[in-house]
């Protein structure tokens, strides 16, 4: 089994910032109201990043973003509703701008007014690229990982044969075998150190929200929906992703959006973030960075009182000194500048943003 190079292994070593909860005001719940649950990490007056998860997976798989990037940006990723502690949405037919909705409240209640980069991996990335086509003045730039076409295309019996496929399947009660589920995610050769997160990744699971995911990802077709995000997009994908292989997935995303850039990552699987986190963050750094460059620096809105200037609190904060820690982690990333021969080799972008 290969070994991790130093700076992936060290950003994988590195505590979580602690949950917290905020209200959200939405129509998506009843009542108007729900809360949805979040991790932060970083100074709030620097460029904002928000981190959207797959179907199986919850915030915590953003473990080494929080690591490598709160020293020079404010480090979001969220529960998606229904997972962890998260308000799920009612009914049975939650649509995947729903959730973009749920998106857009959560940034409402944070005080959050743009996004230097909106990440999504796997059904995050559906989610994430809804939300940058409804709310574009919102987002400056877009990181897929992972991404999927999602099932919208298919239509009558054998859209309904394989959603109830899909839904039959999702049950946290279910018994599996999480080292199953791993090798299906990551690359054959993957570091134990790696596993080890990728193994726990469902632990903010629900049935209900697994299955309000499930359904959101027929009502849409991502290919159709790419070209009309306006910012500037990167895509990235594992040549070894059994999950969302290339040719099904982000070559037809690539297609619909020509000028988005590629970033293939050689040898890794589905799970991006933790197969590779130095090179995934050096590529999302390189986004934000055009976003930085348009003056999104004043992204969260602050009172002035006397000579104390506090952000907007949400309604639930997290504990005093949450994230704190991961700021002194945040030169690893320089550090894979300068050392990047120990890591994987860094593939550069197939395609370039152009206009």
């Not at 055009?290 to 997290?318: L, P, W």
Request: with cysteine; glycine share 8%; charged share 20%.
């Amino acid at each position: 089994m290969a070994d991790l190079c130093p700076p992936d292994a060290e950003l994988l070593m590195q505590d979580l910032p602690a949950l917290a909860r905020v209200d959200v005001a939405s129509s998506i719940y009843s009542g108007q109201q729900g809360q949805i649950e979040y991790r932060a990490a970083g100074n709030p007056s620097n460029p904002t990043v928000l981190m959207l998860h797959g179907l199986g997976s919850s915030s915590a798989g953003y473990r080494a973003q929080f690591a490598g990037l709160s020293r020079d940006f404010h480090v979001i990723a969220w529960n998606a509703p229904g997972f962890g502690g998260s308000s799920p949405i009612p009914g049975q037919d939650a649509k995947i701008d729903d959730y973009a909705s749920a998106v857009e409240g959560l940034l409402r209640a944070l005080r959050v007014r743009r996004l230097a980069a909106l990440v999504g991996s796997s059904w995050g990335s559906v989610v994430a690229m809804a939300s940058a086509r409804r709310y574009p003045a919102l987002v400056d730039s877009l990181v897929l990982s992972a991404p999927n076409v999602a099932r919208g295309h298919i239509a009558g019996e054998a859209r309904d044969a394989e959603l109830k496929a899909w839904l039959g399947r999702a049950d946290v009660d279910i018994p599996v075998s999480r080292v199953a589920i791993a090798n299906r995610l990551v690359a054959p050769d993957t570091p134990a150190q790696v596993r080890q997160h990728v193994e726990r990744l469902r632990d903010g699971m629900t049935t209900d929200g697994w299955r309000q995911a499930i359904r959101s990802l027929f009502t849409v077709y991502t290919p159709d929906i790419i070209p009309e995000v306006r910012c500037p997009t990167a895509i990235l994908y594992g040549t070894l992703d059994q999950v969302a292989p290339y040719r099904d997935h982000a070559e037809r995303l690539l297609a619909a959006a020509p000028r988005a850039t590629s970033h293939p990552f050689e040898d890794c699987g589905h799970i991006l973030k933790l197969e590779a986190p130095s090179k995934f963050n050096a590529v999302l750094r390189e986004m934000a960075a055009q976003a930085k460059g348009n003056g999104s620096n004043d992204i969260r809105e602050k009172e002035t009182h006397g000579n104390r200037t506090r952000s907007r609190a949400a309604s639930t904060r997290a504990p005093s000194g949450a994230g704190h820690g991961h700021d002194r982690v945040g030169y690893l990333d320089d550090a894979l500048r300068l050392r990047h021969h120990l890591c994987r080799p860094l593939s550069w972008p197939l395609r370039r943003w152009s206009g």
